[in-house]
């Protein structure tokens, strides 16, 4: 089975700042890996996703996250935060079948003008 | 093109009554999960159809049920319910084998 920590319940950071949200997983077969959104009131949103290939990804908005297979980790980056980049963030694993996500607990976000 | 569309957005039920929740998946999709987001956690798997059929089932009681129709429309069905149960559920679409899913809005579910 697979599981996702998510190392930090709340990140609070000043507009404009760069931010990083951590993710550790931990699993006996490969693994995809994803990064969500959650907007107050919405539903998951994806920001990116991990496959195959380069360990560096790009997504949406701005963000990129790296994976390291050897520490398991798969870290949300973002050079310069927005008050818009305010919500809560949910790291999520899959088998490579996909047919079941297995989610983190959450980051919550807050930008400080 | 509409996404994932879920109905009702928003709904109060008693304890030990038995509830519906609809969703209409993307234009294209043929894959239908369904996962229970409790207040301040991780969305968790319920189950996940595919041709009408449950393809994988999470670690769920046998009072979570579902179906899937011809048209790939999905709707979950909980009986008995428990205060417990209070959460939001989100479905969530893709073409088969497809790791990209879109997630509808979700359905607020209230057990009083």
């Known amino acids: 089975a697979q599981s996702v920590t998510q190392l930090d319940s709340q990140v609070p950071v000043f507009e404009e700042a760069p931010v990083e949200l951590r993710c550790n997983y931990s699993?006996?077969?490969?693994?995809?890996l994803f990064w969500y959104v959650q907007y107050p009131n919405q539903g998951l949103q994806l920001l990116l996703k991990?496959?195959?290939?380069?360990?560096l990804v790009k997504g949406i908005n701005g963000f990129e996250a790296e994976f390291n297979k050897s520490q398991t980790s798969f870290h949300l980056r973002k050079p310069s935060v927005h008050i818009s980049d305010t919500a809560e963030y949910f790291c999520?694993?899959?088998?490579?079948?996909?047919?079941?996500?297995?989610f983190g607990t959450g980051t919550s976000l807050t930008v400080i003008p | 093109d509409a996404g994932v569309t879920q109905s009702p957005t928003h709904l109060i039920k008693t304890r030990g009554q038995q509830v519906t929740l609809r969703c209409s998946p993307k234009?294209?999709?043929?894959?239908v999960s369904w996962y229970q987001q409790a207040l301040g956690q991780g969305p968790q798997f319920i189950f996940q159809?595919?041709?009408?059929?449950?393809?994988q089932r999470g670690n769920f009681p046998d009072r979570f049920s579902g179906h899937q129709f011809p048209n790939y429309s999905s709707e979950l069905n909980v009986n008995a319910l428990l205060l417990g149960d209070s959460a939001l559920y989100l479905c969530?679409?893709?073409?088969?084998?497809?790791?990209?899913?879109?997630f509808g809005s979700g359905t607020r579910l209230t057990v009083v």
């Open positions: 969530a679409s893709s073409r088969d084998r497809d790791v990209s899913y879109t």
């Open positions: 699993s006996s077969v490969s693994v995809y």
């Open positions: 991990y496959l195959s290939g380069s360990t």
């Open positions: 999520a694993v899959s088998d490579p079948a996909g047919n079941q996500f297995y």
């Open positions: 234009s294209g999709h043929d894959t």
């Open positions: 159809y595919y041709e009408e059929e449950e393809r």
